[in-house]
């Protein structure tokens, strides 16, 4: 324990490079899940395939870790061009000495921004720019985070809803004929959804409804 001590304590510049690139990893590690789910396209997805799978009324399944998964990797495919200049534009070179903290924080959160600007509504973001009184920002640059990333994430879940209502509709419809032929037959008592969820797979297996919401989703990016 000493010995960490004096390490981390040491004036050696090696050792003060290495602990300030231990303390960037760190944090950066305890912020993820909020870089994650924020400042990416995984609200987006995840909440689209929430939408799916409610339309669907099949409770469970897929189980909510298959979603996440498939949301989590689908972040990671749509984000990785954002993740490759920031890699190459700021993490390399600070690991390598060549800029400071300061400066690698301002490369990398650049090419976050401009994702987050190109998705989000003026609307949104000029909201939480007269709620701070801030002024008018000239460029992207300009524009906090703290102000961007709740805007963006705004943004983001009004558009997975947009997209969760238009498939709602085909489903919401089988669900209606098989409730009118139900009461036209007199089976009052029986639940129209039980009769109604073997056609709703049905037809989303047979128009391979997730290879349709996969690609809607790649292409509103």
């Known amino acids: 324990m000493n010995e960490f001590m004096e390490f981390f304590n040491s004036s050696s510049p090696d050792n003060v490079s290495t602990s300030v690139k231990l303390l960037l990893m760190l944090t950066v590690l305890s912020l993820a899940p909020s870089i994650l789910i924020l400042m990416t396209c995984f609200t987006r997805i995840i909440i689209v395939l929430s939408?799916?799978?409610?339309?669907?009324?099949?409770q469970q399944m897929p189980p909510t870790q298959v979603l996440l998964g498939l949301a989590l990797f689908l972040t990671f495919f749509i984000m990785s061009p954002v993740l490759q200049e920031v890699n190459d534009e700021a993490l390399t070179p600070l690991f390598n000495d060549e800029i400071n903290l300061e400066e690698a924080y301002t490369l990398a959160s650049g090419p976050f921004k401009e994702f987050m600007?190109?998705?989000?509504?003026?609307?949104?973001?000029?909201?939480?720019?007269?709620?701070?009184q801030a002024e008018q920002p000239e460029s992207i640059e300009d524009i906090p985070l703290t102000t961007?990333?709740?805007?963006?994430?705004?943004?983001?879940?009004?558009?997975a809803f947009q997209i969760g209502f238009m498939i709602f509709?085909?489903?919401?419809?089988?669900?209606?004929?098989v409730a009118s032929v139900l009461m036209s037959m007199g089976m009052m008592m029986l639940p129209p959804v039980m009769i109604s969820l073997p056609f709703k797979i049905l037809l989303f297996v047979l128009i391979d409804g997730w290879y349709l919401v996969i690609e809607s989703l790649l292409q509103s990016f």
């Open 169 to 177: 509709i085909p489903f919401l419809v089988i669900d209606m004929i």
């Open 148 to 159: 961007l990333v709740p805007a963006f994430a705004l943004s983001e879940i009004k558009t």
């Open 51 to 58: 939408f799916v799978r409610t339309a669907l009324a099949t």
């Open 117 to 132: 600007s190109e998705h989000t509504r003026q609307k949104d973001l000029q909201l939480f720019l007269d709620y701070t």
